[in-house]
């Protein structure tokens, strides 16, 4: 697997988590519609951190 399709998937699987963290009480699979939980945090969280390592190590491949 190249470098790039390596960050390609942290992006995509980075945006998924966040997106689907963010909307869980939307979706139904959150617990209180009415809160933001510490689960949805630490999701998002995650999520966000493993885009931006995509984004990072793409951006890193283009330089060189």
Same mark, same amino acid.
Request: no cysteine; aromatic share 8%; net charge neutral.
């Given at each position: +697997? ?5 960050? +390609? ?20 699979? /959150? /617990?209180?519609?009415?809160?933001? /939980? ?15 390592? /995509? ?10």
């Amino acid at each position: +697997m190249s470098n790039k399709s390596i960050a +390609m998937l942290l992006i995509i699987a980075g945006a998924l988590l966040f997106v689907v963290f963010l909307t869980a009480d939307i979706l139904g699979l /959150g /617990g209180d519609p009415n809160a933001f /939980g510490w689960k949805q945090i630490t999701g998002s969280a995650a999520g966000l951190l493993i885009l931006l390592t /995509g984004v990072w190590l793409n951006s890193k491949k283009d330089q060189d």
